[in-house]
């Protein structure tokens, strides 16, 4: 599958990018800045043993096209401009996977202390700038930065994946299933995002209580998950 | 250890009577009716095979004394009359175990719907209501009534503790522990709640798109929870 991981210079987004080059699909890291995008995709084709490319963040938006899934890994403070930067470039039939936390620390605050987003949670605020087009996703709020570049390792963590639309979930899936030890979790719709993007808060609240760093989530109760009969 | 079940009449908090009193607490049912608690009482003796009391929610939250926990398992839309019913007769030294989760059903809204409380969190506002004196600990949001009252199985799922006291935490965890199959983690100060409650939705929702009743979470990163180090 084609893949845009925008933000992928950051911690995040890089593991992210880093998992999904390994697993076959072709990956465009964008950032900001072109050359960072370039550099970044350089050091990660190296650890990843794949070829990825890099460039600006609209670039990398337009090379995922309409059957691929252009995943949002950035901070809160800087989600709405981002997303602003690429709405033009996100082409018809795309997935936007959106992994952003509205942690505290945008506003100076901990990072164990959520915002509430004006729309409810981050990721309607992304479906509400992007418009009705784009089909959003959120999801990935629950795995660890340093679990998705640990390559040597299996990620240890559910994904909850939240969003309106039932095939972009399932397109979104797909990836998250090809990445090791991952599975991903049917949470509802949308909206489903204001309970789903706080657990990074959570999750870094006990990562400091019993000074580990990559504690994650399971869900119990079926013996599989993923795509529900629904 | 002596434990009161305030709503223990209901489906979540007659499941927690039945745990706890088959591990061996001296357990009083608090109902707002005096008969309904001893009948329900009658029942949970029958089904655990072990002796449970029950009366007023008042009487019951008085029989924890100041050594026990008052586990407060009621809907959102009466936990603050509960707590201002039950408020002086909360022994000095008492623990409170609130496991309120804020779902909009109190609002006639849908149960993977959550209000936000005024105070941040329904646990917050049990501090509130109670004062300076008894120890508020959240927890238990994330366990199924079904999960409870299924003696034959052991529980699937963790517990996540929220309370600005450690000591209160771990008698709180003591309980928990003596649960098969439940384990608690310590999650940070009570505000974390704020994160936690709304868990009870997104099982909800799970529960609902999958079809099965007792969805949970497993806390992963680490062998060992309980009590930190710190």
Same mark, same amino acid.
């Given at each position: ?41 350089? &050091?990660?084709?190296?650890? =990843? /043993? *794949? ?8 670039? %990398? +938006? @337009?090379?995922? !096209? ?20 690429? &709405?033009?470039?996100?082409? =018809? /039939? *795309? ?8 942690? %505290? +620390? @945008?506003?100076? !605050? ?27 996703? *959120? ?10 570049? @640990? ?80």
């Amino acid at each position: 599958m084609d893949v845009a991981v925008i933000g992928g210079t950051g911690a995040e987004g890089f593991g992210l990018a880093l998992r999904l080059a390994k697993a076959g699909h072709r990956v465009t890291i964008g950032s900001r800045d072109a050359d960072r995008g370039t550099e970044s995709a350089a &050091k990660a084709s190296e650890l =990843a /043993g *794949a070829a990825l490319e890099g460039t600006d963040n609209a670039g %990398a +938006t @337009a090379a995922a !096209g309409g059957d691929g899934v252009v995943a949002v890994t950035v901070p809160y403070a800087g989600q709405a401009e981002i997303y602003r930067s690429i &709405k033009d470039a996100v082409a =018809a /039939g *795309a997935v936007v996977l959106d992994a952003t936390s509205p942690l %505290a +620390t @945008a506003v100076g !605050g901990r990072p164990w202390q959520v915002l509430r987003p004006w729309h409810g949670s981050a990721a309607e605020q992304a479906q509400a700038i992007l418009g009705e087009g784009p089909r959003v996703v *959120a999801g990935l709020h629950t795995i660890a930065a340093e679990a998705l570049q @640990a390559l040597d390792r299996d990620v240890d963590s559910d994904v909850l994946l939240c969003a309106d639309d039932p095939e972009a979930k399932a397109r979104a899936g797909t990836l998250i299933e090809g990445i090791p030890g991952m599975r991903w979790i049917d949470c509802g719709r949308l909206e489903m995002a204001r309970v789903a993007e706080p657990l990074t808060a959570l999750l870094v609240s006990i990562n400091r209580t019993y000074k580990v760093k990559d504690s994650g989530f399971r869900i119990v109760g079926r013996d599989a998950w993923g795509a529900s009969a629904r």
